[in-house]
């Protein structure tokens, strides 16, 4: 009796951790990051920058706002960082820089 309610404590423990182990891999870092690009001015800009940076893994969300230049990019920033996504723009053929 008492090596059964070991063996089931065992094992509901091993699936405690097993449940835990699988939800800290799905947790991340968010991070925002915004870009000053006074050269986008068109729609094929936002196009040509929406792809550059849609390149890079960990973009969770990406705005980028033509009245105002500003890209704003929500990173997970254990898997990218924000000198990556400058890079992407300046990649995609613009002037860029990170603004607070």
């Given at each position: ?62 705005d980028i706002d033509l009245e105002t230049k500003i890209i704003t990019v929500i ?26």
């Amino acid at each position: 009796m008492k090596y059964t309610i070991l063996v089931l404590l065992i094992t509901i423990f091993s699936a405690q951790i097993s449940t835990f182990a699988a939800e800290a891999e799905t947790l991340h870092m968010e991070k925002t990051i915004k870009i000053k690009c006074t050269e986008m001015s068109c729609d094929a800009c936002k196009r040509s920058i929406t792809k550059s940076i849609n390149m890079l893994e960990g973009i969770i969300k990406l705005d980028i706002d033509l009245e105002t230049k500003i890209i704003t990019v929500i990173i997970d920033d254990s898997k990218t960082e924000a000198l990556s996504v400058l890079n992407a723009v300046v990649g995609a053929g613009y002037e860029a820089e990170l603004v607070n």
